[in-house]
């Protein structure tokens, strides 16, 4: 099997789906999405029927209950895939969308428009409803998908990519606009990330698989939810916040990028605050692990120079104390990813000053960092937290999903 | 020489540099360029006596009299680099500006600003004025520099970025707010574009550079300025635009990349344009390369396969023949470099469906390529023409050299 000639066919015939998809009105793109959502319904039995086939391989594979227990779908979770396409649907569209406009001084009227960034790559891990998600976002901005999920979901992403591809198709959308790549083998996905076909990959993984994407990858990426976040607790913090806020910023979803992975103590309030919040934390199951000083406060396991560093998503995190905000700020720009920031203070220029001074995609005083949400920031539903400058940063929405053009119309104008 | 210390260092000099960089305000940096205007202007014996070793040593290597030419500087193109300083200077800030923001449901005030991107590598060929241009527009936006110019203009550039980074510290800038890598060989640029302390690399030069970038870059990066450009002559097109249209298209700057270098004819108009146009062209020196039907129609050379895909950036052009409008979409999909593509029509339709799909980042109607440009298109002074889609398209202003973030000022508030 020559996998680069699969890939480039995959590309090709992705890429003449974006050019008709780029001219497409919003109310064909809706009727799609709406076709989708009924396809699923219709089609629930044989989506679970393929799920139950990856989900025993699965057992037999031996995996662990958590990697089951989100392999799994049942009717409930296949509603919501259609209720989440249905919502989709309901967003503006923002293709055509005009940015910007002015009429030059030679008389060229110059509008700048958005427009589909063109084929993307996305590459997913586990979770079957990924699928249908993704390709109601990526459609809705005109975009053609090629689509590589886990290789334990195959069966559940391929009869879920299959209803949704008829239904676009159905409704005259092009041939090729969602595309699962679904043979199984490490060299399918290497081939997809060096595919020149695309016009950008959005991997939505785990370290090794973002390393990958480093290495293999031709195009563009945009790399999202790397959370290794804090929260500062200043020596004017107000104690009734604290615990609240660590508590909710640990606890609600620690799976989720934007919880919270270590909190750093200014050593004047750290007598008082450290019992405080730990023991709240532990009595939410929360393992603890401290930092010489904050051991001496309470009881915890010591961490070592690689916690400050991990992203655990996961009911741990790690203590520091620092004596002053400076020490803090450096900490944070040493081993933070540059994703969600929090300081808890009554002092407003200290405030401000961690405001202007902390390098991230969303910097926050006196709040939960699990607040870093498309949803919450204005940009509506969200395809990933983006941890890098480039092009976006912080919640991408679907506006993030496009790029712009300049239309200009002239009469016969030429350059002096 | 340890080549990837030597880098290692100046990019955490450059990334320090970059934090204070961050913080500094408009009134320091408008300073700073001031100050680097006036030294420029007092250091200009000094500048061309360094330009003119590098001036003589091109030309014991036998460099083409054009490269030699970009070489030289004059007292006049200093005292240019010296007024685009000042003018830079005259610009808005974009740093710190609010992009967007709201009160979310639980009372965050949400604010979308303005940042630096931080610390941009930049690979520049020959011009020694690029080094001056660069260093202000990349400070303006609050962005840290390693330059990286043509050995051939070593000398030159060293004493430009000197003279730069003096004026800029003495106003109280960070050191390492510009540096220059000025060790000649080709490991060094290489080991620049695998440094992991940049936030992005912007490489202006030809195809070679550009793939090198793409092989070695570790960081994102923007590329500019490849322009295979077209003009598409439609049957209807106004016979009285269409010479004046071409020669300023193709003559008005050859070397520019919005300049064009393929013409595309409808069969229906080519008998009585390709004349008129050619004779106009020939006059204004232009070498013809046409397809076979166009050589008919006018004594020219026959065009290779070879030239439609060849960015001349010279008094070249190459000329085909179509026989409807999709073949020259289609021309123009397959060869184009998405930069600035032009209809010529007096139909509607036909200007609109140009319009929607041609994938470029500047699309015309009735009037020359060559007005793709920053200035023109209301975004100030230029840093070059992205020809990608992701992060920015088409003319970069120094808005482009920026990021955003989100600050969430909160009152205690966690997530349900």
Chains 1, 2 share one sequence.
């Not at 989708?36 to 086939?53: D, G, K, P, Q, V």
């Not at 940009?379 to 993030?400: C, D, F, N, W, Y």
């Amino acid at each position: 099997m020559d996998v680069s000639l699969i890939l480039t066919e995959m590309g090709q015939k992705a890429r003449r789906a974006a050019y008709d998809l780029a001219l497409a009105s919003s109310d064909i793109k809706n009727k799609a999405r709406r076709a989708m959502a009924a396809e699923l319904r219709a089609h629930t039995n044989e989506i679970i029927e393929a799920n139950r086939f990856d989900v025993t391989e699965a057992e037999n594979d031996g995996l662990s209950k958590a990697m089951i227990q989100r392999l799994t779908l049942d009717e409930k979770q296949i509603e919501g895939m259609a209720k989440g396409i249905e919502e989709v649907a309901a967003l503006p569209d923002p293709i055509g969308r005009t940015v910007s406009g002015h009429i030059s001084p030679e008389g060229l009227e110059i509008t700048q428009v958005r427009v589909p960034l063109g084929v993307i790559g996305v590459i997913y891990e586990s979770r079957p409803n990924v699928t249908a998600d993704t390709a109601a976002l990526y459609l809705k901005s005109g975009n053609a998908v090629i689509l590589r999920g886990g290789s334990e979901a195959v069966n559940s992403n391929r009869i879920i990519a299959k209803v949704l591809t008829e239904a676009a198709l159905s409704v005259g959308l092009p041939d090729g606009c969602i595309q699962l790549l679904d043979l199984n083998g490490r060299e399918f996905t290497t081939a997809l990330m060096e595919l020149e076909e695309l016009d950008v990959i959005i991997p939505r993984g785990g370290l090794g698989l973002k390393a990958a994407v480093r290495e293999h990858c031709k195009v563009p990426y945009i790399m999202t939810g790397d959370g290794v976040c804090h929260i500062y607790f200043a020596p004017s913090a107000d104690p009734e916040m604290c615990v609240p806020i660590a508590v909710n910023a640990k606890c609600q979803k620690p799976s989720a990028c934007n919880a919270v992975e270590t909190l750093l103590f200014h050593e004047k309030c750290a007598p008082k605050l450290i019992p405080a919040v730990c023991t709240a934390l532990e009595a939410h199951g929360v393992e603890l692990r401290g930092d010489k000083k904050a051991c001496e406060l309470f009881d915890m396991m010591p961490a070592t120079e690689e916690d400050w560093g991990t992203e655990y998503l996961d009911l741990v995190v790690s203590i520091k104390i620092v004596s002053s905000l400076n020490e803090a700020l450096a900490h944070i720009a040493k081993y933070g990813t540059h994703h969600s920031e929090s300081i808890i203070t009554r002092d407003y220029a200290e405030a401000e000053r961690f405001l202007d001074s902390v390098d991230a995609a969303a910097v926050y005083v006196n709040a939960s960092t699990r607040f870093t949400d498309g949803g919450v920031f204005g940009l509506g539903a969200e395809v990933g937290i983006s941890t890098q400058k480039l092009h976006a940063r912080g919640p991408m929405g679907i506006e993030q999903l496009t790029s712009t053009k300049f239309r200009v119309r002239g009469s016969g104008q030429v350059r002096r």
